[in-house]
């Protein structure tokens, strides 16, 4: 059953990823009219919302973009940051949404920054228990299933509040990149909702998985059946 488990979760983790890097491999390939540049339009989205203390950085790796809170820096894969397609400036557009976030203080975003640490120590926890239940015996296993059960629920509710975090930030990037005039209405727009929309599907996949592995843990303890 577990066995089960672990494939049904990959499968669905790896479908949410490559349901993602086809979208955007294809729509690097859909130009804009505007000519902005990933980073260009990012600089100009953080200007309007008046954030100026936010660095745009570039980095190699690809779909490896995301904002850093701690150290207020945009980072962008050299291909967005250079890029002029539909999908370099959604990405862009969709970071500088996490720093526009931070700025107004958006609760979701501040739970899942608090929230990080203690999402590490789960991440340790579902790895080194099941090993130290297995080839050590020092564990119960009422006791090894009551902190997998604690751990999988810290990770599936980080999982969660990443879900409004992710799909507002998409929800801005697409109002900003029409209201700015990055983009036109047309293939161009929806080449930006099916990128991002295919995004969102990864968090989603996150959250069905990190839900499963918790329930798989808990209802052993409330029914009374306890595995090995």
């Avoid at 490559?18 to 294809?26: F, G, L, N």
Wanted: charge should be positive; glycine fraction near 8%; proline fraction near 4%.
């Amino acid at each position: 059953m577990i066995l089960t488990l672990f494939l049904l979760t990959l499968a669905i983790g790896l479908l949410a990823q490559w349901h993602v890097k086809r979208a955007y491999a294809r729509h690097s390939r859909t130009p804009v009219q505007s000519g902005y540049t990933g980073a260009e339009a990012a600089q100009a989205i953080l200007r309007e919302a008046g954030i100026h203390n936010v660095t745009i950085v570039e980095h190699e790796e690809l779909l490896g973009d995301h904002y850093d809170p701690k150290h207020k820096r945009l980072v962008l894969s050299s291909a967005n940051y250079h890029g002029t397609s539909a999908a370099a400036l959604d990405v862009a557009a969709h970071e500088c949404g996490h720093a526009i976030q931070h700025k107004q203080a958006y609760a979701p975003l501040e739970i899942r920054m608090a929230a990080v640490g203690v999402t590490s120590f789960a991440s340790q926890l579902v790895l080194w228990i099941p090993l130290l239940g297995a080839f050590t015996g020092l564990l119960a296993p009422k006791t090894s299933l009551l902190v997998l059960a604690v751990a999988w629920g810290v990770l599936m509710l980080f999982n969660l509040v990443t879900l409004p975090v992710e799909f507002d930030a998409s929800r801005r990037a697409k109002l900003v990149l029409g209201k700015m005039g990055f983009i036109q209405h047309g293939p161009e727009s929806a080449a930006v909702n099916q990128v991002l929309n295919a995004a969102g599907w990864t968090y989603v996949a996150a959250f069905i998985s990190t839900l499963i592995y918790f329930l798989w843990h808990l209802l052993p303890l409330l029914t009374g059946r306890h595995r090995n």
